[in-house]
């Protein structure tokens, strides 16, 4: 069972490069998430998509892009990586509005 | 607006030891709550959910209580093991007015230390 899968798994950047997370999964949810999680803040939502070409910011959406051109994958995008960036993101996938959400293994990224 | 509060960590427990954790929460509209489990290394996996006042979720032992009317959702076990040693996201998820995207609001979350 896949579910949902995330690539790569660690990486390590330096200050103004930039790189890609992709996050696939193969339940045919509709909505998909980006989440950061930093020591003592829980996880914060970065963006979000509810379908395939739909995406919106939520929360600490600055410094970061996302596509969504396939339903099954939703990718986030560091354009200019910050040490502030550095962080563990998970993304996530649910079927609806109010469905349990299904989170990833994570990915570990240092900007340095 | 949307919010959880839990109890700050880290909690350590010997085993067979009674577990709470408390969560609060604020919410605009009828949430649904959630207790995600998260071990080292490793993704969130959902460990028990309650979508309306007064549902109990349960799972592997722990149980939390929809109380709406002290907006609270605490998790407990009742005889801890060491493989319970993780970190635990109360959160909440609202449907209501307005609301179409479900997403979660997390707390802050609580390291569980259960040693032998």
């Known amino acids: 069972n896949a579910g949902v899968t995330q690539t790569p798994k660690f990486r390590v950047l330096k200050t103004g490069q930039s790189m890609t997370l992709l996050c696939a999964q193969d339940m045919n949810h509709e909505y998909m998430y980006w989440y950061r999680q930093d020591p003592g803040m829980g996880l914060r939502l970065i963006h979000y998509s509810v379908g395939e070409g739909t995406t919106a910011k939520g929360e600490v959406p600055d410094g970061y892009n996302v596509s969504r051109l396939k339903k099954q994958n939703f990718l986030l995008g560091l354009e200019s990586a910050a040490p502030s960036q550095t962080s563990v993101y998970f993304c996530?996938?649910?079927?609806?509005?109010?469905?349990?959400?299904?989170f990833g293994e994570g990915s570990w990224l240092t900007v340095v | 607006g949307n919010s959880v509060t839990q109890m700050e960590g880290p909690v350590t427990l010997s085993e067979e030891a009674f577990l709470t954790i408390n969560c609060t929460y604020t919410?605009?509209?009828?949430?649904?709550l959630f207790w995600y489990v998260q071990y080292p290394g490793e993704g969130l996996q959902l460990l028990l959910k309650a979508t309306k006042a007064d549902d109990k979720g349960s799972n592997k032992g722990f149980e939390a209580t929809y109380r709406k009317e002290t907006t609270s959702f605490h998790l407990e076990k009742g005889s801890v093991q060491v493989s319970d040693s993780a970190v635990y996201f109360c959160?909440?998820?609202?449907?209501?007015?307005?609301?179409?995207?479900?997403?979660?609001?997390f707390g802050r979350g609580t390291q569980l230390t259960v040693w032998p």
């Open positions: 996530a996938s649910s079927w609806a509005s109010g469905n349990t959400i299904y």
């Open positions: 959160a909440l998820s609202e449907i209501g007015r307005g609301s179409t995207l479900g997403r979660l609001y």
């Open positions: 919410a605009t509209g009828y949430p649904s």
